[in-house]
């Protein structure tokens, strides 16, 4: 994960000051949030060294903890009174961008999810976390070079 983030400053989308890890006492906290759901590793390294942020990578999206802590009780909220094709047992949602996009982590599988509302099924956006992260640089590093594209990011499948 070091390696990542040398390369998200290498790539333009943070400097090494704007980077900020979780504390082991805030990555514990997610971990009991999470309950019997087992967290990947790469997510828990991320949360360790990029946690409170990391520059331009998800920029627009909410990932960054505290987020994490209230992420899975707004999933079940929004299914129950906005989106009741939402399925929110045996996942754990990370993140959301803008409220409407939700992403999560299936017991099932071990890719990274993404449920839009009104969509009804959901659509599997990476293989893993790492290459979630990866796909975000990219896309980012692509904004920061050429400005706002309006290309579709598949990492986070929203127009940049």
Do not use: W
């Not at 333009?12 to 980077?19: A, K, L, P, R």
């Not at 707004?74 to 929110?88: G, I, M, N, Q, S």
């Not at 099924?121 to 980012?140: K, N, P, S, Y």
């Amino acid at each position: 994960m070091s390696r990542f983030v040398h390369n998200l400053i290498e790539m333009g989308v943070t400097c090494s000051h704007q980077i900020s890890g979780c504390t082991v006492k805030e990555v514990e906290e997610v971990v009991r949030y999470a309950g019997d759901f087992r967290l990947p590793d790469h997510y828990l390294a991320f949360l360790s060294l990029m946690g409170h942020g990391a520059g331009q990578l998800f920029r627009g999206t909410s990932i960054y903890y505290p987020e994490p802590l209230e992420l899975n009780d707004y999933a079940r909220e929004f299914a129950e009174d906005d989106d009741p094709d939402l399925v929110t047992e045996g996942r754990f949602f990370f993140a959301h961008h803008q409220g409407y996009q939700l992403y999560y982590f299936d017991s099932q599988h071990d890719g990274v999810f993404m449920h839009s509302e009104g969509e009804g099924q959901a659509r599997l956006i990476a293989v893993d976390f790492m290459r979630l992260l990866q796909q975000e640089a990219t896309c980012q590093a692509g904004a920061s070079v050429t400005g706002y594209t309006g290309k579709e990011c598949e990492c986070a499948g929203t127009s940049r």
